[in-house]
């Protein structure tokens, strides 16, 4: 199995309420408390944290695609040795 260039269709892709509600439990350990009450004004909007923190959001969606690579890679290691 060859993953290659593994990546989002674009950086505006997944505003699903996963995605987000996912995104708002990752971001709320790096932010101070002022930060996140920010992020909860922000929240009463679908995207309103991803919208408000786009780099961080970025950071976040690279993470998720790393994350199932490795996944992946895991399972196909651990089948394959069975």
């Known amino acids: 199995m060859h ?21 708002g439990k990752w971001l709320k350990p790096q932010l101070s408390k002022v930060e996140y009450r920010r992020l909860q004004e922000s929240l009463k909007t679908i995207a309103g944290a991803a919208e408000t923190y786009t780099d961080k959001f970025g950071d976040f969606q690279r993470q998720q695609v790393t994350s199932l690579v490795d996944r992946i890679y895991r399972a196909v290691k651990r089948d394959a040795q069975r």
């Open 3 to 23: 993953f290659d260039y593994v990546r989002f269709a674009s950086p505006d892709f997944d505003y699903s309420r996963t995605s987000l509600e996912a995104f």
